[in-house]
């Protein structure tokens, strides 16, 4: 018995020390850390936020993990780790004034928390236990108030694990689910109720409609100097009178016709309603090229995307090669060999085209700008090689010749990047005025709220934030946190979150599917459609699955988008972990969401998620809302109408997800 109570012992022993022996020390800076952020600024490994070697109160660190502004990681562990170690403070190139919070958090609870710090704090020694742990979460959380260089660090920051594994990134395993009908093989015509024209510009607007092709098409009433192309639907002329014109638009199939009424307005005002269609950069980055370009144009056409109102195909940075030409303009690179053939193909698509540009001697991404040191505007190796360095406005700037060669080729859509200042704004928006065409004008990236009444005169749409990420921390910042912006957004211009964050992504790492969840990203599309936002599929369009290709074809959602009236949704309830989003429509109506935030950003928790979420049940009256009288309720993800309890919408809300109403006056409202 003795015996074989030693054996037994032994034999444990030796599992406990095999155990112990197989402890791996993982450093975070060792890990593609970007795939675990969740939130928009940038994460450095090894290095601080600024891209410079970690300091805090000048004592450097050679590893760990650099961070900006409220930042959220996320892992996987599966019961694999034993410990996470860190130092954490503010780093030496930080700001000087806010205060910041950092937090280790297990399953749903709070390992460690450092109270307040603020620049010049030692920094505090991190060391918990995480035996057992299903999910961890650093979080560093600051109220940033639109200040730059909010450097914070997870010094020598490192996970213990058991064996063999490394932390994952959270999981997105949620079952996609279906809400929208396909819609009917009759005729249904879907594009803008309303389009603005300058006199004399080219025209060019293309009837959107689903249904049985063939489909034929026809503008009753048309104005003088424009006509339609039968097949594609695409009209196009230009017209030289001020004024407002009512065209009857149809549609025919062998199973019947849709009758839709067009206002075109001719005057100083384009982009009536937000912008619809694609860019490139978060499909391709700096590998975009003309191929890729045209075959998206063709999948936006074959995958019936273009029937459903989608119609802007654009180029992102990259495309840039040097000064040249007749006009002395930016021509393109290597990669797009025959532009304006590429742009007369995109057109004769019944689509139109959008490219990028920027006020610095160098783009983002390492292109060249609208503006130089040289007289000539040459972009030499010496710039080339150094790019970063040339972020700036230069001493010579060509907008007017840039400008004139977009229209001489028939661009339709300027998106322009830089750190948004007024006066490279104001120079770009009265070179495309004086251009010839109707090129919508689309500032990027976080235009400073201070000047919004600047951007809503001299821009078509402006971007309010940073670069958006796939995921809950990065839309929520983005979207969610718009309120403010609301009152300015309209006809002309309107309010811009960024490029949708759907199908496959790459947001600051290899491609790969949306890290957001089926449920956010029905809140996703939902709070756009409310914030009259432009809507820019930022993925690659061949590569749609079902599942997004609904939702971005629901013609309903995108009526709410697209309304005339161009008003902004506004917040007007935030309680329970439920927003309520309403949105005033032309035709009295009131498009109304139901978010379920589940107090998001509210507490430290609220900012990971831990697999036990659950959905909530919520019930408001209508009179609450300050609709009195009587109503038609349309639930519109699912286009049906829906029963009221005593004058109450009831609805489930999945967590981080929506229920999205269309809400009509009946006669006898008061």
């Known amino acids: ?83 996470f170690t860190a130092s954490v403070g503010v780093d030496d190139m930080g700001n000087k004034i806010l205060k910041h919070q950092f937090y280790v958090l297990a399953d749903g609870k709070i390992l460690f928390e450092s109270g307040d710090m603020k620049w010049g704090d030692l920094p505090k020694n991190v060391k918990v236990n995480l035996t057992g742990v299903q999910r961890m979460g650093l ?27 490394v932390p994952l990134t959270t999981p997105n395993l949620d079952e996609k689910y279906i809400l929208t009908p396909p819609s009917p093989k009759t005729p249904q015509i879907n594009s803008a109720k309303v389009f603005g024209a300058t006199p004399g510009n080219p025209f060019l607007y293309t009837i959107a409609s689903t249904g049985s092709k063939p489909i034929e098409f026809f503008a009753d009433n048309l104005p003088l100097g424009l006509s339609i192309d039968h097949a594609t639907g695409t009209i196009s002329g230009k017209i030289s009178q001020r ?90 690179n290597e990669k797009f060999p025959n532009f304006k053939k590429m742009i007369d193909d995109i057109h004769a698509m019944g689509l139109k085209i959008g490219v990028y540009s920027t006020p610095w001697i160098t783009s983002y991404a390492g292109y060249m700008g609208a503006s130089s040191n040289f007289e000539n505007g040459i972009y030499p190796d010496s710039i080339k090689n150094n790019k970063r360095a040339f972020r700036y406005i230069g001493k010579y700037r060509f907008e007017n010749n840039d400008a004139l060669q977009l229209a001489e080729w028939g661009v339709d859509f300027l998106k322009y990047d830089w750190r ?36 809503v005169k001299i821009s078509n749409m402006y971007r309010t934030g940073p670069d958006i990420r796939d995921s809950w921390q990065g839309l929520y ?34 491609m790969h599917p949306t890290r957001l969840t089926p449920n956010e990203q029905y809140s996703h599309i939902s709070l756009f459609a409310l914030l009259s936002s432009p809507l820019l599929i930022g993925c690659p369009i061949d590569q749609l699955d079902e599942f997004t290709l609904n939702l971005l074809n629901n013609d309903e959602v995108i009526a709410i988008d697209q309304d005339p009236l161009g008003s902004s949704a506004r917040l007007i309830s935030d ?92 006669p006898s409202s008061k």
């Open 477 to 510: 910042h983005c979207t969610f946190k718009l309120d403010k912006w609301g009152p300015y957004g309209g006809p002309g211009h309107w309010n811009d979150p960024d490029m949708m964050i759907l199908g496959n992504v790459t947001t600051g790492t290899e």
């Open 1 to 83: 018995m003795k015996s074989k109570l030693l054996s037994l012992l032994l034999f444990v022993s030796c599992i406990t020390n095999s155990y112990a022996q197989s402890i791996n020390e993982i450093w975070l800076d060792d890990l593609v850390i970007q795939k675990y952020s969740e939130g928009i600024p940038g994460i450095s490994a090894k290095k601080n936020g600024g891209g410079e070697t970690m300091a805090m109160v000048k004592k450097t660190y050679q590893r760990g993990i650099g961070v900006q502004s409220t930042s959220v990681l996320s892992f996987l562990l599966n019961g694999n780790a034993t410990e």
């Open 243 to 332: 004024g407002i014109y009512l065209v009857q638009l149809r549609a025919k199939n062998k199973f019947g016709e849709a009758k839709k009424e067009l206002k075109i307005k001719i005057g100083d005002t384009i982009s009536l309603t937000p912008p619809m269609g694609w860019n490139g950069w978060n499909s391709w980055a700096r590998l975009i090229d003309g191929e890729k370009v045209i075959a998206s144009a063709k999948a936006m056409v074959s995958k019936e995307l273009r029937d459903h109102g989608w119609n802007f195909v654009n180029i992102d940075d990259a495309w840039q090669g040097n000064r040249g030409g007749k006009l002395h303009a930016m021509q393109a």
């Open 575 to 666: 309680e329970d972990g439920i927003q309520t989003w309403f949105k005033k429509m032309e035709d009295g109506a009131y498009a109304i969401g139901f978010f379920n935030t589940d107090n998001y950003g509210k507490n430290p928790a609220s900012f990971f998620r831990w697999g036990n979420e659950k959905p909530k049940n919520y019930t408001v009256a209508l009179s609450k809302l300050g609709l009195k009288g009587n109503w038609k309720v349309r639930d519109v993800w699912r286009q049906k109408n829906v029963s009221l309890t005593n004058g109450s919408i009831n609805t489930m809300i999945p967590f981080h997800g929506v229920s999205l109403y269309y809400i009509q006056p009946l």
């Open 139 to 165: 979080l560093v959380m600051v109220e940033d108030q639109g200040y730059t260089k909010v450097y914070t660090n997870f010094a020598d920051a490192k996970i213990s694990m058991i064996g063999n594994v």
């Open 420 to 455: 948004i200042e007024v006066n490279s704004a104001r120079r770009m928006s009265a070179a495309l005025k004086s251009s010839g065409r109707d090129i919508i004008y689309s500032l990027s990236n976080s235009a400073p709220f201070n000047n919004v009444e600047e951007w």
